[in-house]
């Protein structure tokens, strides 16, 4: 019996499979890397009701505030009676100290919406492994996390910066012919900065939080026990501080010492962002603390702003660092 002639196969053959193909596709500059990451981080999150809930509450805190300084102000112009003849009213509140109230009233609010947009950041996608898509493409380690951060950032700060120029547009047009623009000429700018401090924050640690797990409610939740036990602790330390401080005081100390303890008490998220604001919008802390003790109140003083700027940028480039670290393709293992 013959046997059937079987064809030895081609060692050299070419692969047949024709879908497979490499990126030939236009290499974009680095703008526009990050920022279709960025779109979809926003694409995700305007579509969450909690976002927007908390959106229109702190608009509502700052037209209560707005509202309170315009009644409060006709109050004390009725009662001063005007004063001389081209002098601007006398006012019960400054603007400055005004927008401090608003933008410091909705510190919880900005941390509420970073747990809603931010926990699932970059979490979400090492549960999903998503990383592997996102970075075999011509988009770096950079690249992916600047655009995650922004997406982050521009959903937290359109919550403070879009009600703070609102409030900027009824000053000036409500006070213009009170010598308003002559009064505060650098007051946009002032705003501008003390609104997107605590936002830069909020974005730096969720975003830090959100690369360490895979546990989108994990990142939440270790974000938000930091956040509040920070609050906790530096308040606790700082009042009693501040109390003994008193204290001294009574028996000569200086007024460093007191200033000391309330640098302390605003060792927080939210401390570095009041503080770092009530610097920057030159408020007296006497007219924003509600309540108290009159020994204590009258004795209060703004924080040293510099100790809060190195502590603001460590909870900035440490959770930013920490990120890119644990940012791969693949998980490694060791050992």
């Known amino acids: 019996m013959s046997q059937p002639n079987v064809q030895e196969p081609t060692v050299n053959s070419p692969i047949a499979d024709l879908t497979y193909r490499n990126y030939d596709g236009p290499i974009t500059s680095?703008?526009?890397?990050?920022?279709?990451?960025?779109?979809?981080?926003?694409?995700?999150?305007?579509?969450?009701?909690?976002?927007?809930?908390?959106?229109?509450?702190?608009?509502?805190?700052?037209?209560?505030?707005?509202?309170?300084?315009?009644?409060?102000?006709?109050?004390?112009?009725?009662?001063?009676?005007?004063?001389?003849?081209?002098?601007a009213p006398q006012k019960l509140m400054s603007y400055g100290t005004t927008a401090y109230q608003a933008i410091s009233a909705t510190s919880l609010l900005v941390t509420i919406a970073a747990l809603i947009v931010g926990s699932g950041s970059i979490a979400a996608d090492n549960r999903a492994n998503?990383?592997?898509?996102?970075?075999?493409?011509?988009?770096?380690?950079?690249?992916?996390?600047?655009?995650?951060?922004?997406?982050?950032?521009?959903?937290?700060?359109?919550?403070?910066?879009?009600?703070?120029?609102?409030?900027?547009?009824?000053?000036?047009?409500?006070?213009?012919?009170?010598?308003?623009?002559?009064?505060?000429?650098?007051?946009?700018?002032?705003?501008?900065?003390?609104?997107?401090?605590?936002?830069?924050?909020?974005?730096?640690?969720?975003?830090?939080?959100?690369?360490?797990?895979?546990?989108?409610?994990?990142?939440?939740?270790?974000?938000?026990?930091?956040?509040?036990?920070?609050?906790?602790?530096?308040?606790?330390?700082?009042?009693?501080?501040?109390?003994?401080?008193?204290?001294d005081q009574d028996l000569g100390a200086g007024k460093a010492?007191?200033?000391?303890?309330?640098?302390?008490?605003?060792?927080?998220?939210?401390?570095?962002?009041?503080?770092?604001?009530?610097e920057l919008l030159d408020v007296d802390p006497k007219k924003v603390m509600a309540g108290g003790p009159k020994k204590l109140r009258k004795r209060l003083q703004s924080p040293y702003p510099m100790p809060l700027v190195g502590i603001g940028l460590l909870m900035i480039i440490l959770p930013i660092g920490i990120a890119r670290a644990k940012i791969r393709a693949v998980e490694v293992v060791s050992g």
């Open 257 to 278: 010492v007191v200033r000391r303890a309330i640098t302390v008490q605003h060792i927080s998220v939210r401390g570095v962002a009041d503080g770092l604001s009530m």
């Open 30 to 87: 680095h703008t526009f890397r990050w920022w279709v990451v960025a779109l979809s981080v926003l694409r995700t999150n305007l579509k969450k009701p909690g976002f927007w809930i908390n959106g229109g509450l702190i608009v509502l805190i700052f037209l209560f505030q707005a509202l309170l300084f315009f009644f409060s102000n006709n109050v004390a112009a009725r009662i001063g009676g005007g004063g001389a003849a081209g002098d």
């Open 130 to 247: 998503a990383l592997l898509v996102y970075l075999s493409k011509p988009i770096t380690k950079g690249d992916y996390l600047l655009g995650k951060w922004m997406g982050v950032f521009m959903l937290l700060a359109g919550l403070v910066v879009l009600p703070t120029i609102l409030l900027w547009v009824f000053y000036a047009t409500t006070y213009a012919d009170e010598g308003f623009f002559k009064q505060e000429p650098w007051l946009w700018a002032k705003l501008l900065g003390a609104s997107l401090i605590s936002p830069v924050l909020n974005t730096s640690l969720m975003i830090g939080f959100s690369a360490c797990t895979k546990n989108a409610r994990l990142a939440g939740s270790l974000f938000a026990a930091f956040t509040f036990i920070l609050l906790t602790v530096s308040n606790t330390a700082g009042f009693l501080m501040f109390r003994n401080a008193t204290l």
